[in-house]
C-alpha cells in the first residue's frame, strides 16, 4: 500500500471523525439550550422567583423574590443564597448583576444534566432562600 493512499484513507476517517464530533456537539449544545428554557420555566412558574433576563441560549438570570422582602434587601438576600447554595453542593451557579439587581446566574453546559437536577436546583434555591428570609428577619429584629 502506499504512503498516499493510507494517508488518503487516515484523511478520510479523521474528516468522518470530525464530521461525527461536530454533529454531537450540535446536540449537546440544543440540549443545554431546551435546558436553559425548561429552568425557565420552572422559575417563572414559581411566585418565589423571578428571571431578569430572556433566556436566549443556555444561560438563566434569576433570583430568589418573596413579596415579604423589601427591593433593597434582595441584593443582599441573594448573596447570601448564592454563598450557601454553593456551600451546600447541590448546585453551581455564579452571580451577576443586572440593572442594578444581583442575580443568579446558571450557564448550562454539563451534558449529563437531566430534568431532574433542575427541579432540584429550583427546590433548593426556594428552601435556601426561605432559611436566608428567616435569618435576615432575626437579624431585623
Known amino acids: 500500500m502506499s504512503r498516499i493512499f493510507l494517508g488518503t484513507i487516515v484523511s478520510a476517517f479523521a474528516v468522518v471523525a470530525l464530521t ?6 450540535d446536540t449537546i449544545i440544543e440540549q443545554n439550550v431546551e435546558q436553559a428554557r425548561y429552568l425557565a ?13 430572556d433566556v436566549a441560549l443556555n444561560v438563566v438570570c434569576f433570583r430568589y423574590r418573596p413579596v415579604e422582602v423589601a427591593e433593597e434587601r434582595l441584593n443582599e438576600l441573594n448573596r447570601e443564597l448564592l454563598m450557601r447554595l454553593e456551600e451546600s453542593g447541590i448546585a453551581v451557579v455564579s452571580g451577576t448583576v ?3 439587581k444581583f442575580a443568579l446566574r446558571a450557564a448550562i453546559v454539563n451534558h449529563r444534566s437531566r430534568k431532574e437536577d433542575f427541579q432540584m ?5 426556594i428552601k435556601i432562600g426561605a432559611t436566608v428570609e428567616r435569618d435576615f428577619c432575626k437579624k431585623s429584629l
Open 41 to 53: 420555566g420552572l422559575l417563572d412558574s414559581r411566585p418565589e422567583t423571578e428571571l431578569l433576563a
Open 98 to 100: 443586572l440593572e442594578g
Open 20 to 25: 461525527a464530533h461536530a454533529a454531537r456537539a
Open 121 to 125: 436546583l429550583v427546590d433548593a434555591v
